[in-house]
């Protein structure tokens, strides 16, 4: 059962990720003043899997100079790496439940490095090794300001179980930790490489960034994985901070809305310079969440004491 249960959602993951793509392309086409995709069924609802079978069927090239191995599997990695996460989906039949699942989170986010890292670094080009070492600091310097921010709401919470959020949310975290709050959205954004903290992916300085060298099932690999973090940030968001509870279908329309955040920051906000990026994280982001989460302790403390 367990099994049969983690890849029956695995299988609805895959099916959204379709559908968030064509919610994407129509949000982005309304702002822009067009349609977007509407002529592949009705409305365009098939245009997912149209796109699907296309990138699939289409010819896998492999540049001459790249190193093989590497650059064959670390799509395959960064792929495998997002079926994982989705382990830690809450369930509350209990069908599986992780005592330490925001630690396995964490871990989960650190090993995505690797996989821009490898595929970057095997394509053996210029761009791609520019797009993978953005990346990668990127990645790395918003890992740690993003910690702290989970440090300071699992203080409430009593537990690294995210089940622990179910029941001890008895008013969103979004209200008690205001400021935390964009902060996390902030990080989610420049964890997943989106837009306006997209500098792996930088199409006006570095064509396609890490993946330029990818074609067929290789990119729609890097694609899927991409897509399928994105949807499981918002799931952690609403998860932390909206409440999370699982039984109500406003779980999942919350889920739905953080979505169509992500997208319409993408269509409103230009990219922003690669130092001021940095900046964010380490001059704005992690003082301040440090300062949040002393101040937390010093407050559990006096409520223990008293």
Same mark, same amino acid.
């Given at each position: 059962m367990y099994l049969i249960n983690y890849l029956l959602l695995l299988l609805l993951i895959l099916v959204s990720v379709g559908f968030v793509?064509?919610?994407?392309? /129509?949000?982005?086409?309304?702002?822009?003043?067009? /349609?977007? &995709?509407?002529?592949?069924?009705?409305?365009?609802?098939?245009?997912?899997?149209?796109?699907?079978?296309?990138?699939?069927?289409?010819?896998?090239?492999?540049?001459?100079?790249?190193?093989?191995?590497?650059?064959?599997?670390?799509?395959?990695?960064?792929?495998?790496?997002?079926?994982?996460?989705?382990?830690l989906m809450p369930q509350v039949i209990n069908v599986y439940s992780f005592d330490f699942g925001i630690l396995f989170f964490m871990l989960c986010t650190g090993l995505g490095v690797y996989g821009v890292m490898l595929s970057g670094w095997s394509s053996n080009s210029k761009y791609a090794m520019l797009g993978c070492l953005r990346s990668v600091a990127q990645t790395v310097s918003y890992e740690v300001s993003m910690a702290m921010i989970i440090l300071c709401v699992l203080i409430f919470t009593f537990g690294f179980?995210?089940?622990?959020?179910?029941?001890?949310?008895?008013?969103?975290?979004? $209200?008690?930790?205001? &400021?935390?709050?964009?902060?996390?959205?902030?990080?989610?954004l420049a964890e997943t490489n989106r837009s306006p903290f997209d500098f792996a992916e930088g199409e006006s300085e570095l064509v396609s960034g890490f993946n330029v060298e990818y074609s067929g099932a290789g990119f729609s690999f890097i694609f899927l994985s991409e897509y399928m973090n994105i949807i499981f940030m918002s799931f952690m968001t609403v998860i932390l901070f909206m409440g999370c509870n699982l039984l109500s279908l406003f779980f999942y329309i919350m889920v739905v809305m953080v979505l169509f955040?992500?997208?319409?920051?993408?269509?409103?906000?230009?990219?922003?310079?690669?130092?001021?990026?940095?900046?964010?994280?380490? /001059?704005?982001?992690? &003082?301040?969440?440090?300062?949040?989460?002393?101040?937390?302790?010093? $407050?559990?403390?006096?409520?223990?004491?008293?």
């Open positions: 793509t064509l919610l994407e392309r /129509k949000v982005l086409g309304y702002m822009q003043i067009r /349609k977007g &995709p509407n002529k592949v069924g009705f409305m365009g609802l098939l245009q997912p899997f149209s796109d699907g079978i296309k990138l699939f069927f289409s010819e896998q090239n492999y540049p001459l100079m790249s190193n093989f191995v590497f650059y064959y599997l670390s799509p395959v990695f960064m792929l495998i790496l997002s079926f994982v996460l989705w382990l179980n995210l089940i622990g959020f179910m029941i001890y949310q008895y008013t969103w975290f979004m $209200f008690f930790f205001f &400021p935390l709050f964009y902060c996390w959205l902030s990080s989610c955040w992500f997208i319409w920051v993408r269509g409103t906000l230009p990219r922003f310079r690669y130092d001021k990026l940095m900046y964010l994280t380490w /001059k704005s982001f992690l &003082p301040l969440s440090l300062n949040i989460f002393m101040l937390n302790c010093m $407050f559990l403390v006096i409520m223990v004491g008293m």
